[in-house]
């Protein structure tokens, strides 16, 4: 029997003759393929400017050393999110905080940074970094609000959000087009909403940002305008380059995302069609502020009241070939987490761990398996008298 992933790359045939064709070009690095996915996606984000990069991970690794964050540096990110930004921050010797999250959406929210900064006097924060759980960007003005009042830079982690849209007065706004943060990035993974194979995106409406980021991907290296073979070096960069052959990829992918964004709708309908008569069964969705990418489906079971645990839900699946995920493991729960934690301080997380977990959901998620999922979650709370 087949197995059900919880997400999946979809590439036709025009993505690998996209790719193919990039073999011809005479720069397979550095090339043509790599200004026109630039300019594709700074085009459909609205955004003054888009840098590719490596991975989701190297775009944030840019972005904090395009705001010159440094070692002793003060920012703020979630509890429960991807080990990257955590990672990137620990590297430059920054000062991690981490503020919670709410128990349904596993996102920060203003009240969560602020209990942050009052809890732990912090004084002066250099950045703020923000991430769409699954792709449902929440508070995204109310962020604007607190950046304005402690005049912090805001970061979006938005590697699960290519393609989501929050509502700014009458009007949607993209995701990426930084009108309400100074820097977003993208991750181009193979489950997100398109991919590169590994890649990531960066973008901001700053100049100066966009120098650094430029600058930094490529070894810190300054052209000469006078001569292509001078340059100069005054800070340190990377290798965090995208290739032809990946921007290639992306071009084509690019083309094919309202196709992808419209599948992981209906499939999150039918999901919430399907599943929301269970009173101790909740969702993140608001439909009516945000247009999401539905990057994941995240459930919400009140597991104390089944008395089980999400492992045995899981394992259910599991057996049924159906295979489910945890996103995330709060970070502070990691051995690289060396500092003490306050009673209390994480409830929003702690109850978010407990009780949520991402079921199936991508392009070409087939409605028989779809079924066979909603069925199985379904048998396994009715069996528990779960209603
Ligand atoms: C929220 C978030 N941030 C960062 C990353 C890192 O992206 P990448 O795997 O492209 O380095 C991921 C990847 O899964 C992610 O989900």
Redesign the pocket.
């Given at each position: 029997m087949k197995v059900i992933p919880y997400g999946k790359q979809f590439i036709d045939q025009h993505d690998k003759d996209v790719v193919k064709k990039s073999l011809d070009e005479n720069l397979i690095t550095t090339g043509n393929f790599v200004n026109i996915f630039e300019k594709k996606i700074k085009n459909y984000l609205k955004v003054k400017y888009a840098v590719s990069c490596s991975?989701?991970?190297s775009a944030?690794h840019l972005a904090m050393l395009s705001i010159n964050l440094k070692k002793n540096d003060v920012i703020i990110m979630p509890a429960v999110?991807?080990i990257?930004?955590f990672n990137m921050a620990t590297n430059l010797g920054a000062k991690i905080y981490l503020a919670d999250v709410d128990s349904i959406t596993g996102q920060i929210t203003p009240e969560t940074i602020k209990k942050c900064i009052q809890n732990n006097k912090i004084k002066k924060i250099k950045a703020v970094i923000t991430?769409y759980m699954g792709g449902y960007p929440n508070n995204i003005i109310n962020f604007y609000k607190l950046k304005k009042k402690y005049k912090f830079i805001i970061i979006e982690?938005a590697?699960?959000a290519l393609g989501s849209r929050y509502r700014f007065r009458n009007k949607f706004l993209n995701i990426g087009s930084c009108n309400h943060s100074d820097i977003c990035t993208f991750?181009?993974?193979p489950l997100k909403t398109i991919t590169t194979g590994?890649g990531?995106i960066i973008t901001t409406n700053s100049k100066k940002i966009y120098n650094n980021l430029y600058t930094a991907r490529s070894h810190g290296i300054i052209k000469s305008k006078k001569n292509h073979w001078m340059y100069d070096i005054k800070n340190s960069g990377f290798n965090y380059r995208l290739s032809d052959l990946n921007c290639a990829l992306g071009v084509s992918q690019l083309n094919k995302i309202n196709l992808f964004l419209r599948s992981r709708e209906k499939i999150a309908k039918t999901y919430i069609k399907n599943l929301n008569n269970f009173q101790n069964l909740t969702f993140c969705i608001d439909l009516k502020n945000i247009k999401p990418s539905f990057h994941l489906f995240i459930i919400n079971i009140d597991f104390t009241k089944l008395k089980k645990k999400k492992d045995d839900l899981l394992n259910y699946l599991k057996t049924n070939n159906i295979i489910c995920q945890y996103h995330y493991i709060p970070i502070y729960k990691f051995k690289i987490y060396k500092k003490k934690i306050k009673k209390n301080s994480f409830l929003g997380s702690e109850k978010y761990y407990k009780n949520s977990l991402s079921i199936p959901i991508f392009y070409d998620l087939k409605l028989n398996n779809q079924r066979k999922v909603i069925s199985k979650i379904k048998f396994f709370l009715e069996k528990n008298n779960l209603k």
């Open positions: 991975s989701g991970t944030l999110n991807f990257s930004a991430m982690d590697c699960h991750s181009l993974h590994e990531g």
